[in-house]
């Protein structure tokens, strides 16, 4: 079946470093691919996807490229803000699968930025 | 107005009880879906309707019953809850691969 491996955190950098979080997938089809965040308290919003080969999703200075070769989909981002604090999830979904796009995430990885 | 909304956000109850949490979406979506999130923070889906046709049922025990009355509602409905229910279900909507879009989260505590 599909799965999703993310680089387990925490991760805790300082305000202005550069971030890069891996993220890896198993999947049988042609999968589109995204980055999820879930700031305290709150609920998962879709921070950027890619829904084929060498695509670059991008979103609020946040990038990731869809890697097919290397089943990859690395979320960076060059200079991180205290406000970027949160839990990031990789996530998968099969497309052509009819009406049913079930979405598989990867186990997450807090950020912590200090100022 | 909100896209996904869910009811309640925090919901504790005692062991054995049967509790609903509820939701509603207004963009038009056709398929609604039901996650679990651990205290690990990982998330797992449960139930996915669509357009009020039951299409995913992960391995959920059969105390977790989904109800779809319309495509723009899905409600969960859980009887005699245990301990281990214990977590955030999030109720989230699709219309395509391009993405979900989640409530904001309901946490129940089982005590």
């Known amino acids: 079946g599909d799965s999703v491996t993310q680089m387990e955190g925490p991760v805790t950098l300082s305000e202005e470093a550069f971030l890069t979080i891996n993220c890896t997938y198993t999947?049988?089809?042609?999968?589109?691919l995204f980055w999820y965040v879930q700031y305290p308290g709150e609920g998962l919003q879709l921070l950027l996807k890619?829904?084929?080969?060498?695509d670059k999703g991008s979103n609020k200075g946040f990038e990731a490229t869809y890697r097919k070769e290397t089943t990859s989909f690395h979320l960076e981002k060059g200079s991180v803000q205290v406000s970027d604090s949160a839990v990031y999830f990789c996530a998968l979904t099969e497309v052509g699968g009819g009406s049913n796009y079930k979405l598989t995430f990867g186990k997450g990885t807090l950020l912590t930025v200090n100022p | 107005d909100t896209a996904v909304s869910q009811t309640p956000k925090y919901l504790v109850t005692q062991m054995g009880n049967d509790k609903s949490i509820k939701c509603e979406q207004n963009?038009?979506?056709?398929?609604m879906y039901w996650y679990k999130q651990d205290s690990k923070k990982f998330l797992k889906i449960m139930f996915s309707?669509?357009?009020?046709?039951?299409?995913i049922n992960e391995t959920v025990p059969n105390r977790f019953s989904p109800k779809s009355p319309d495509k723009a509602h899905l409600n969960l409905h859980i009887n005699s809850l245990e301990l281990g229910d214990s977590a955030v279900y999030f109720c989230?909507?699709?219309?395509?691969?391009?993405?979900?879009?989640f409530g904001s989260g309901t946490r129940l505590t089982v005590v």
């Open positions: 963009l038009g979506h056709d398929t």
């Open positions: 309707y669509n357009n009020k046709e039951l299409i």
């Open positions: 999947a049988t089809g042609y999968p589109s």
């Open positions: 989230a909507s699709s219309q395509n691969y391009y993405g979900y879009t």
């Open positions: 890619a829904t084929k080969a060498d």
